[in-house]
């Protein structure tokens, strides 16, 4: 059964890079999911997807986070990776990693809490 497990710093401050890493457990992020994604949730608000990456195509953004956000993965580790950059308070959020399909979710991480203050 594939786990995934997000790791990162719990605090940044503002104009900071956030960066957060997804490992996949039991299975390959090579192969196990098509897509790969960050989803985040901020206080009092639903979930948000931020950016995906795909087997044999370019990563997508959602258009907030286009100019800033930065999603790769890391096939030897098994790992994939969201960069963030020029953080603000508004930043502040659970992030999760997901694996699945087009349109479904398989795997969720049980997700990292961020601040970003100063």
């Known amino acids: 059964q594939v786990r995934l497990q997000e790791s990162g710093p719990g605090l940044v401050k503002p104009s900071q890079t956030l960066s957060l890493t997804c490992t996949v457990f039991?299975?390959?992020?090579?192969?196990?999911?098509?897509?790969w994604r960050w989803i985040r949730q901020s206080p009092g608000k639903g979930l948000e997807w931020i950016a995906t990456i795909a087997r044999g195509a370019s990563p997508t953004y959602s258009p907030p986070f286009e100019s800033r956000a930065s999603i790769s993965r890391d096939t030897t580790k098994s790992q994939f990776t969201l960069h963030l950059n020029s953080v603000t308070p508004e930043d502040t959020a659970i992030y999760y990693c997901?694996?699945?399909?087009?349109?479904?979710?398989?795997?969720w991480g049980q997700g990292t809490q961020v601040t970003v203050s100063a």
């Open positions: 039991g299975g390959s992020v090579s192969s196990s999911y098509p897509y």
């Open positions: 997901t694996g699945g399909g087009t349109t479904y979710t398989t795997s």
